[in-house]
């Protein structure tokens, strides 16, 4: 596979005050010509643990700077994360107009979406065998975690965050393998509450709610006020928490209580 090599590593502080680790940010190409699409990967340098986390981002795709600066949080805690480009260089404009939406959405079929993930998939897999892997969806994204979960009999993947998915039917949770953690918030029109409940019901033993009250779409990755921003912040806490308890623990560890 090409790698081109994007920022080179970096050491910021968190906002919270820890200190994040050393990471690698480049961009790679995904599957094989004349089907080649990109991807964004953001690698911890130092005290890697070998663990792999697939980044399925909202219409505005991979190259948006509120997903990049998540997935960036993400590898500040030892992941490798990959966020695919999932528009194939066509992603929802910030600007258009509302009218335009399934016109837009028309030019990006499911089947290739599902098989652009599968390809991601199958490449993250491959650069970190012998770790875990975990998937974590934001608004489209999250619709499509639902989806790969719900085929993915070979348990490829170990952990998932749902983030208020949108379009999914919510009957393939009952498919799904492992527990999900669920975040969204109780003012959400595209993923309500209701729909999260019925989820919640067919998710299996060991998923775990969070309901946000007072916020609606998009508050966890795109937070717009200081309220939002205290909320994200306990939600990327729950996110980053999800990971370390599913994916980390190895055969032989003791169980973190």
Not at 86 to 111: N, T, V
Not at 219 to 231: G, I, T, Y
Request: charged content about 30%; glycine content about 8%.
């Amino acid at each position: 596979m090409d790698q081109t090599t994007g920022n080179t590593a970096m050491q910021d502080a968190e906002e919270d005050g820890e200190t994040c680790e050393i990471v690698s940010r480049f961009n790679v190409t995904l599957g094989e010509e004349p089907n080649e699409f990109q991807g964004y990967m953001v690698q911890a340098m130092k005290n890697n643990n070998g663990d792999a986390v697939l980044f399925l981002t909202d219409v505005f795709g991979f190259d948006d700077s509120d997903t990049r600066d998540f997935a960036y949080r993400l590898a500040c805690f030892g992941y490798n994360v990959l966020v695919p480009d999932l528009f194939r260089g066509a992603p929802r404009r910030k600007d258009s107009r509302k009218e335009d939406y399934e016109e837009w959405r028309q030019q990006h079929p499911p089947e290739q979406v599902a098989g652009d993930i599968d390809v991601a998939t199958r490449w993250l897999q491959k650069e970190t065998e012998g770790g875990k892997m975990g998937v974590i969806g934001f608004c489209f994204g999250g619709g499509r975690l639902i989806e790969t979960l719900a085929k993915d009999e070979d348990n490829l993947f170990s952990a998932a965050a749902f983030c208020y998915g949108t379009r999914f039917d919510t009957s393939l949770v009952k498919k799904i393998r492992i527990p999900l953690l669920i975040i969204a918030g109780d003012g959400d029109d595209l993923c309500s509450v209701s729909t999260v409940r019925e989820m919640e019901q067919l998710a299996p033993e060991g998923t775990k709610v969070k309901i946000y009250p007072g916020f609606g779409h998009a508050f966890v990755h795109r937070p717009n006020s200081a309220e939002a921003d205290v909320a994200s912040e306990d939600a990327f806490t729950e996110i980053r928490h999800w990971f370390h308890q599913t994916l980390l623990p190895r055969e032989g560890d003791a169980t973190e209580v």
